[in-house]
């Protein structure tokens, strides 16, 4: 299957600093880019959809200023979380979507391996 | 509403012996896809099997097996020959309509020797 990578895999930071997360599609060109975020022994929740070259689309209750989210290539989505506060601690896994069909298919999202954030 | 359920917070098995893993899911879609994964307590997000609404055969990816009854909108994941390395946590997900992915709240699994 195709690979997705994200960087870092973890990262502490201190209360009010801003981390930048990145997401990247290693071999094949992601039209469509997920974060999730992923809270102690809870399920994954979508925050946020990016398409290349557009704004990103953010789920009910995600603020887009504190979570601001650019796919500036085909390959790379970056998620930065602003003024990080330690209630924004959580595992933040990316999924990139590769082809352009309508139908699900077995082989359209891959996930990467997500970024463990503690804000101190 | 699209939703995707799973009842069992937790299960345990005996090593080799066959488990299964209840989802079921609610779409107004006529075309839809099942998702199953398991996530170790590494994090990482692995693909075990699928199933899309139109397929007439339910799914097999080796020991991992997906019993798709669409009228009751289930698709429970039938994991045979359980081993240790099974334990970790089982995530059923749907994509209908958009391309996102509703995930179910998940099911640990433990696996005893």
């Known amino acids: 299957g195709a690979v997705v990578s994200q960087h870092p895999s973890w990262v502490i930071c201190k209360s009010g600093t801003s981390v930048k997360i990145e997401c990247r599609s290693l071999d094949f060109q992601a039209t469509t880019m997920f974060w999730y975020r992923q809270f102690p022994k809870q399920s994954l929740m979508l925050m946020a959809t990016?398409?290349?070259?557009?704004?990103?689309?953010?789920e009910q209750g995600v603020e887009k200023d504190k979570f601001l989210i650019n796919h500036a290539s085909l390959t790379l989505s970056t998620l930065t979380v602003t003024s990080a506060h330690p209630e924004d601690s959580s595992f933040y896994i990316c999924s990139a979507r590769s082809g352009e069909g309508g139908r699900p298919s077995r082989n359209e999202q891959f996930f990467g391996p997500g970024t463990r954030l503690t804000v101190l | 509403a699209q939703k995707i359920t799973q009842t069992q917070p937790g299960m345990f098995v005996q090593e080799k012996e066959a488990v299964t893993l209840d989802c079921t899911y609610d779409t107004s879609d006529q075309s839809y896809g099942l998702f199953w994964y398991k996530q170790p307590s590494s994090g990482e997000m692995i693909f075990l099997i699928y199933q899309g609404s139109y397929d007439e055969q339910n799914a097999t990816e080796g020991r991992y097996s997906l019993n798709f009854q669409k009228a009751r909108k289930s698709a429970n994941l039938v994991i045979s020959a359980s081993q240790l390395g099974d334990s970790a946590m089982y995530f059923c997900a749907m994509r209908s309509g958009t391309y996102k992915y509703i995930f179910g709240t998940g099911t640990r699994l433990k696996v005893l020797a």
């Open positions: 990016s398409n290349e070259g557009s704004k990103a689309t953010y």
